[in-house]
């Protein structure tokens, strides 16, 4: 079989035994590649297919069942498979994949349900392979271990590597002062959030700060310690003296047991405590709720323009996914909806940003862009549609770039008001001037000339040239398309080519003046002129009506192009004539003439 299902729950090791699988076929070795479901609806048809290539397609996070048409295209994939020497190996769980009896001989699809490997064998595998705990394997089964029995056989494979981990710091067999990680720093946190000394707050707060700053600056990570404190619902009385009267950084950070970087004057709870700063946000939300509402104004509070984080707020985004992974996605979304109601511009940007890294989420990302989707569509919301297309200009587009496209797309279609565009047309035009990216936006951009029916507005929007507040960000954009190098750059100029033929076929008026603009600014080298009259030739269908096709309004106009678009243009008619006949046709050389008297006018 060319295709393969491995049908597990996540967090059971399919990921790992789809690449063990992929490994054991020689013939495509070196040539392994992980897929994104980077789709609207699942599609068979966005499936590579290179020859003799092994791909894993990972539906991890993924919640509601493929539709039908996802297998029947599926089955046709097997069949062009096989005869190309194609590995597709695909993992799903069971709500994902509901066709687990459907797949047989004929239809070239083996599925195939996997169970969980063994979490304390796991563990043994990882201990092994290293040199210094090569011995220690024995410690999850030895009497008298504080190791025994601590690993249940069904658990994740995750939590056998975190233990594989644990193990290797401890100083005995009966170390069991390294359990507390392994367990989610439990007595820590308890030690640190449990107590009623009246000396701790300022400790929690720096805590807390460094939580969500983790490898901030200690001056920042000490601010927004500090601003915590003056919440009205802490009111922490600030010592008498004030920055005179207290201890130095490393002091507050070392009374607050968070560790201070002596070379780059950095804090963090995570360098010595792996997972610590994931436990406590936990924490902080599951068994602190009242302290909630809280966090969130002071969130929204060292985030403002003249907030201490306010240069942090990629920062505070990583934090916050973190919170999504343990505490729901719900929470995060709840946090992001009180700041897009705000009138600060920090709060929107820092709601922008923490969608685009939920968006990119392997586990959290699925559900974010699904309800993406419903903002980007709502044109009752702007405010929503503004931080959905700033979204998918950051990890969110570079990572699932299809979605973010469609996306885009959406609210450039329906605008909820004047600002939605721009704000859309800028995060479409930074996509594409990223070289990875460019050949899939041009793409997108040229289909949507066809298949949808703003499509050559918004082509015409981004390239056309026309609207004089964006002309020089267009002009370097359409530069750097049509100057693409190597295979990429054909095949990004052959897209340019289709989207200007459909907005032809639509609108030639419309679509000439505006081509007619490329051909003015490559006359007065704003782009480069042989790639600019190599697509406007490109253009001219000469195999019928040469005369009046459309692309003569942009051919004939005075300029310094004129005569070497006039000559190519003539060029390309005679090649079009049959050879055969072309020097026995006594009315060529006449016809040729006329020709060119027509696109002198």
């Not at 809280?294 to 505070?316: E, F, K, T, Y």
């Not at 200009?393 to 885009?408: C, D, H, I, V, Y």
Request: glycine fraction near 6%; aromatic fraction near 6%; charged fraction near 25%.
């Amino acid at each position: 079989m060319h295709v393969v299902v491995l049908l597990a729950p996540e967090a059971h090791g399919r990921r790992s035994a789809a690449l063990q699988l992929l490994a054991s076929v020689p013939s495509v070795q070196g040539r392994v590649f992980e897929l994104l479901p980077d789709w609207e609806e699942p599609d068979e048809s966005c499936l590579p297919k290179e020859r003799n290539a092994g791909y894993l397609l990972n539906l991890r996070g993924l919640v509601d069942p493929l539709p039908d048409s996802f297998y029947s295209g599926l089955s046709a994939y097997a069949t062009e498979a096989r005869r190309e020497g194609r590995y597709l190996v695909i993992t799903a769980a069971d709500r994902v994949w509901t066709r687990i009896h459907s797949a047989g001989p004929h239809s070239g699809i083996a599925v195939a349900p996997i169970g969980r490997p063994n979490a304390v064998e796991i563990t043994k595998k990882v201990l092994e392979s290293r040199e210094n705990t090569k011995d220690r394997g024995t410690w999850l089964t030895e009497d008298g271990s504080v190791f025994r029995d601590l690993l249940p056989e069904k658990a994740p494979p995750s939590d056998a590597v975190r233990l594989a981990r644990v193990i290797a710091k401890a100083a005995s067999i009966k170390d069991d002062a390294v359990l507390d990680e392994y367990r989610g720093w439990r007595d820590l946190l308890t030690k640190w959030f449990g107590g009623t000394e009246v000396d701790e707050p300022p400790k929690r707060a720096i805590r807390i700060a460094t939580a969500f700053l983790d490898r901030g600056p200690a001056s920042v990570v000490l601010n927004c310690a500090d601003l915590l404190l003056k919440h009205p619902k802490v009111d922490w009385p600030a010592e008498k003296g004030g920055l005179l009267a207290g201890p130095d950084a490393a002091t507050r950070l070392d009374q607050a047991e968070v560790d201070f970087d002596l070379v780059d004057g950095t804090a963090s709870l995570e360098e010595k405590r792996p997972g610590l700063r994931r436990a406590m946000l936990k924490y902080l939300w599951l068994r602190r709720e009242q302290l909630v509402p809280v966090l969130r104004q002071w969130l929204q509070d060292i985030s403002s323009a003249d907030g201490p984080a306010n240069n942090h707020l990629a920062r505070l985004a990583t934090a916050l996914t973190e919170l999504g992974e343990t505490a729901g996605v719900g929470t995060v979304f709840d946090l992001v909806e009180k700041w897009l109601d705000s009138a600060k511009k920090e709060d929107r940007q820092l709601a922008a940003g923490l969608l685009s890294e939920l968006a990119a989420h392997p586990v959290l990302g699925a559900q974010t862009r699904k309800k993406l989707a419903g903002w980007a569509k709502g044109k009752s919301s702007p405010v929503r549609q503004r931080a959905v297309a700033q979204a998918c200009g950051g990890s969110f587009g570079r990572t699932f770039t299809s979605e973010a496209l469609t996306r885009l797309r959406y609210m450039l279609e329906a605008p909820g008001d004047s600002l939605v565009q721009p704000a859309a047309l800028a995060t479409l035009r930074n996509l594409a001037v990223q070289p990875s990216l460019s050949l899939q936006v041009v793409d997108a951009l040229a289909s949507w000339c066809s298949t949808v029916q703003a499509g050559s507005g918004i082509f015409l929007a981004l390239l056309g040239l026309s609207d004089a507040d964006s002309r020089s960000a267009d002009l370097a954009l359409v530069k750097q398309l049509l100057a693409t190098e190597g295979s990429r750059g054909e095949a990004v100029r052959a897209r340019l080519v289709d989207g200007w033929r459909q907005l032809f076929e639509s609108d030639e008026r419309e679509a000439g003046s505006a081509l007619l603009r490329w051909r003015r600014a490559a006359e007065s080298e704003e782009l480069p002129a042989a790639e600019v009259v190599d697509l406007i030739i490109a253009l001219a269908d000469v195999r019928s009506s040469p005369l009046n096709h459309p692309i003569k309004q942009v051919i004939t106009p005075a300029g310094p192009l004129h005569d070497q678009l006039v000559d190519r243009f003539l060029e390309k008619v005679l090649q079009s004539v049959d050879p055969e006949h072309a020097s026995a046709d006594p009315g060529l050389e006449v016809q040729q003439e006329h020709i060119d008297s027509e696109l002198q006018m």
